[in-house]
């Protein structure tokens, strides 16, 4: 524990946060006494409160131990890769020398839980995890908060807060950005010493052909307690740093992202880094996470672009590396002509984050196919589906890499009503007439636009009358998208509510997908085409 908070001011940051009245003191004693492993995980009052029982009970927990133990050390084998299981015991090696971890140690003592260490194999690296589920101490965790993440949304509205301060103080918002990272932010948390015992873990050594047994000194990644634990120190730093010294900036674990105006760069700076120096937290000084202040900063997987923040705007798109690796893997997907069930999940789930920061509703139309054809019954691209269009069209729309936009301007809301009528009386033959209109108010109710068209016969076998009894779904819906197709340029940076009275139409707009063929020929089009198509509410 002494090595773990060696450089850790405990007195200087406890004085701080008195100073600042700070509702978790108790938080330093995760550094003065260590963390806890299992059972049940300290209440704080920085989170949300919200319980979550246990799985397991700290008796089962010991009673099964000796059986889990067993089975985990049998299950502990080669990766297959000598090279991958060469990095893991070099790694475990190192955290032994560095005082992270104690071992190889010969035997388990009695009331000891061994967890089982694999490489998480990453692009750029090789990531040791402890998996804590396998031997059951996970399941021993209950909590009473739900810990909320600083996400991009949250660095966002931040952005967007202090662009509003600025407008209405008539002040210059220009911006720049960088990000910290704290090093080996968990080898800094120590465990509390009557925790080691559920601190084992065991690697396969392909030196001697066999399972070694450690026992980490510090927090292990993959256990329920590190993040409660680490994520209650991390936000004790941010709140310093914001809460006394005023500081632009948000953190998710480890990670911390600093705005400030160009000509403060240096004060911003120096006080971070002075909070970390004062409170005795290790951050990286070089290195590619050791970035300068810039208009653009990466960082939680996107790229935050300021360079117009002195008209008060934000934009935040996917970075270059995560377009140019998605667009290699659907452009091979296509040429393949076929997707099986893994490869499937696979992209879906990355395309899933990445769609999250281009606008349209075509990736949820695309996700949905993705998921339909993981687990169908082939895996051949189906035309019939257009999945294989999708893909493609997919992956125009991110080599666009148009950003989301967030701006501290008033969000104008517009409101579009549609309507249709279909009558198979007034026909002949079976088929009937019809007709589809819109109009378009503005936030002060004044009708901006409309439109009426009437539909003879020969316009409404076009989409399908005579064929089924009604086409008042097609007709409502070919409404509220030649609306929205029609006036997407006058709406574009407002709050859109289009108005129906079919609920089928408006459920198609929301799903991206249609009950009828020619409903999903039209829709389709529309997806595929419109730059757009990013209602906020339907109704």
């Known amino acids: 524990m002494k090595d773990a908070t060696a450089n850790k001011k405990l007195l200087l940051t406890e004085e701080i946060l008195k100073e600042m009245q700070y509702e978790d003191m108790n938080v330093l004693d995760l550094l003065r006494h260590g963390s806890p492993l299992a059972g049940d995980i300290p209440k ?36 297959g890769d000598l090279q991958i299981d060469q990095q893991v015991l070099q790694e475990t090696r190192e955290e032994v020398r560095r005082g992270w971890a104690v071992g190889p140690i010969s035997e388990i003592p009695a009331g000891g839980v061994v967890s089982r260490r694999f490489p998480l194999i990453q692009k750029n690296k090789t990531r040791m995890i402890d998996d804590f589920s396998v031997s059951g101490i996970n399941d021993t965790a209950s909590s009473h908060n739900k810990v909320d993440l600083h996400m991009v949304d949250t660095f966002a509205a931040v952005i967007r807060e202090f662009f509003k301060r600025c407008a209405a103080e008539d002040k210059a918002s220009s911006l720049v950005a960088k990000t910290y990272d704290l090093k080996s932010a968990y080898r800094q948390v120590p465990i509390r010493q009557d925790h080691l015992c559920f601190s084992y873990f065991c690697i396969y050594n392909c030196e001697s052909d066999k399972a070694e047994v450690y026992q980490l000194l510090t927090l292990p990644f993959g256990a329920t307690h590190s993040v409660y634990s680490f994520l209650r120190l991390a936000r004790m730093l941010y709140t310093i740093c914001t809460r006394q010294l005023f500081l632009l900036t948000t953190n998710f674990y480890d990670d911390y992202i600093l705005a400030s105006l160009p000509n403060s760069v240096e004060s911003a700076k120096n006080s971070m880094e002075l909070v970390f120096l004062l409170t005795g937290w290790n951050f990286d000084r070089d290195g590619k996470k050791a970035t300068s202040f810039g208009t653009v900063c990466k960082a939680l997987g996107v790229q935050f672009n300021l360079a117009s923040s002195g008209e008060r705007i934000l934009a935040v798109c996917n970075t270059e590396q995560r377009i140019q690796d998605l667009t290699a893997m659907l452009r091979a997907t296509i040429e393949a002509g076929e997707l099986c069930k893994q490869d499937a999940l696979v992209l879906r789930g990355k395309l899933g984050f990445a769609d999250s920061f281009l606008h349209g509703r075509l990736g949820l139309l695309v996700l949905k196919q993705l998921a339909e054809h993981a687990y169908g019954r082939t895996s051949k691209l189906s035309h019939e589906l257009s999945l294989g269009l999708l893909l493609l069209v997919m992956k125009q729309r991110l080599e666009l890499a148009i950003p989301r936009i967030v701006s501290a301007k008033a969000v104008r809301q517009w409101v579009v009503f549609t309507d249709a009528a279909y009558e198979r009386e007034l026909g002949t033959g079976g088929i009937g007439t019809g007709g589809i209109g819109a109009a378009l108010f503005d936030d002060e109710f004044t009708c901006v636009g409309w439109f009426g068209f009437a539909l003879n016969a020969e316009r409404c076998k076009l989409f399908g009358a005579g064929l089924k009894q009604t086409i008042i779904y097609e007709l409502e819906l070919t409404a509220a998208i030649l609306a929205l197709d029609f006036w997407a340029t006058t709406m574009k940076d407002g709050l859109q509510i289009c108005y129906g009275d079919n609920d089928s139409a408006r459920f198609s707009l929301i799903r991206g997908s249609c009950l009828s063929q020619h409903a999903m020929i039209l829709c389709r089009c529309f997806t595929t085409t419109s730059p757009f198509w990013n209602l906020l509410q339907l109704t």
Do not use: G
């Open 44 to 79: 704080c009052d920085t989170f949300e409160e919200l319980y979550k029982p246990c799985m397991l009970t700290m008796s089962q927990l010991l009673l099964e131990a000796p059986r889990r133990n067993q089975a985990v050390l049998a299950s502990c084998k080669t990766s």
